[in-house]
């Protein structure tokens, strides 16, 4: 079975413009969240969706957006972007089953490199 | 706030020994936590996970030690091996089994086997 896949692998944009970043999580995986990992960090989270609602935020401003579709797949959108927002975006796909662990698997990510 | 630290950001080890790599975290009502190795352009990939009703769990060349009464989570390599060079993270899961599952991570370890 396919793992978490992301797409593009890699973006460069300029200062000022808007990126959309999409993922598609393994078969079955109800659950879709979003992280950003800056450079010799780890992972920092923004968002977690399910059946196409929020279900949590991170401390990230309005100018990051994100939705889910009828199968599960993911767009993470980035608006008026800064040379901050230079990172590997990470998504991750997980069953989301109640009262149960659900572990979270993550896809290669996009690199997105602001000039 | 929320955190989760680790102790050595760099640990290098001879092939065949073992490995520790400690981490720390803040949050004493966290009752679920997750190792994840990360490569060179790759996203993270779970390796064990630990419940806080346990102290210990064991996989493959792998075990978890979890010490509630000083919030430390260690993770045991054994025979280390070249492929298992990578950055290491703890990750503490807020909201286990409740409506928003979310991953806080560390900074990372980066180990680094010597042939």
């Known amino acids: 079975d396919a793992g978490v896949t992301q797409s593009p692998t890699h973006l460069i944009k300029t200062r000022g413009q808007q990126v959309t970043l999409r993922c598609s999580p393994i078969?079955?995986?109800?659950?879709v969240s979003w992280y950003q990992q800056v450079l010799g960090q780890g992972p920092q989270f923004i968002f977690q969706?399910?059946?196409?609602?929020?279900?949590g935020r991170g401390n990230f401003p309005d100018r990051f957006s994100a939705r889910q579709f009828p199968n599960y797949s993911s767009e993470l959108n980035v608006n008026a972007l800064l040379l901050g927002d230079s990172a590997l975006y990470l998504c991750?796909?997980?069953?989301?089953?109640?009262?149960?662990?659900?572990?979270?698997?993550f896809g290669a990510g996009t690199r997105l490199s602001v000039l | 706030g929320e955190s989760v630290g680790l102790h050595l950001p760099t640990l290098s080890v001879q092939e065949g020994d073992n490995s520790i790599i400690n981490c720390a975290y803040s949050?004493?009502?966290?009752?679920?936590f997750i190792w994840y190795k990360q490569e060179s352009g790759k996203g993270p990939q779970f390796i064990i996970d630990?419940?806080?009703?346990?102290d210990k769990r064991q996989g493959q060349r792998v075990t978890v030690l979890l010490n509630k009464t000083v919030k430390h989570l260690s993770l045991q390599i054994a025979a280390t091996q070249p492929g298992d060079s990578a950055v290491y993270f703890c990750?503490?899961?807020?909201?286990?089994?409740?409506?928003?599952?979310?991953?806080?991570f560390g900074t990372g370890t980066l180990l680094a086997v010597q042939p």
């Open positions: 991750a796909s997980s069953l989301d089953q109640p009262l149960a662990k659900n572990i979270q698997y």
């Open positions: 078969s079955g995986h109800k659950s």
């Open positions: 969706y399910y059946e196409k609602e929020e279900r």
């Open positions: 949050n004493s009502a966290s009752d679920y």
């Open positions: 630990i419940r806080s009703n346990m």
């Open positions: 990750a503490e899961n807020i909201g286990y089994g409740g409506a928003t599952n979310k991953l806080i």
